[in-house]
């Protein structure tokens, strides 16, 4: 049995409703199809925003792995966001032997700058994992 605190019900309901009621589409005339990048993103939040990144690694219990993951994680995160390593809180989790878990909160400028985010992060050797 899982118990979720009565806030996070409250906000995941709020949103599933304002979605079924389409507060979250696009004006009329953008584009809104399975190629178009970052339309509940940009309805949901308001940029710039801080925003979470977690990325998963597989470093094999080993110091050097983690420390050259951890790195490129830091890197693609720094260089897409503009600052430097005292502008990003960065957690970094081991997760059994096998693997890492590296957390950074970063301020973003919008959904294109997340998703490209993203989509490095997922290019890194190792990374198994990206939420």
């Known amino acids: 049995h899982i118990c979720f605190p009565a806030s996070t019900i409250a906000t995941h309901t709020h949103i599933q409703v ?36 977690t990325v998963v690694g597989k470093t094999m219990n080993d110091d050097e792995l983690t420390e050259n993951y951890t790195n490129k994680v830091k890197q693609v995160i720094i260089d897409n966001a503009g600052g430097d390593e005292n502008s990003v809180e960065c957690r970094i989790t081991p997760r059994g032997k096998n693997f890492t878990r590296i957390t ?13 985010i993203y989509k490095e ?11």
């Not at 507060?23 to 925003?51: C, H, K, Q, R, W």
């Not at 992060?121 to 939420?131: D, K, P, Q, S, Y």
């Open 18 to 53: 304002n979605a079924l009621m389409g507060t979250y589409d696009p004006a009329p005339g953008v584009a809104n199809d399975e190629n178009t990048d970052g339309n509940i993103l940009n309805a949901m939040l308001n940029f710039p925003t801080s925003f979470t990144f």
């Open 104 to 116: 950074m909160v970063v301020t973003v400028e919008s959904s294109g700058m997340i998703n490209n």
């Open 121 to 131: 992060l997922e290019e890194i050797e190792g990374t198994v994992m990206r939420f």
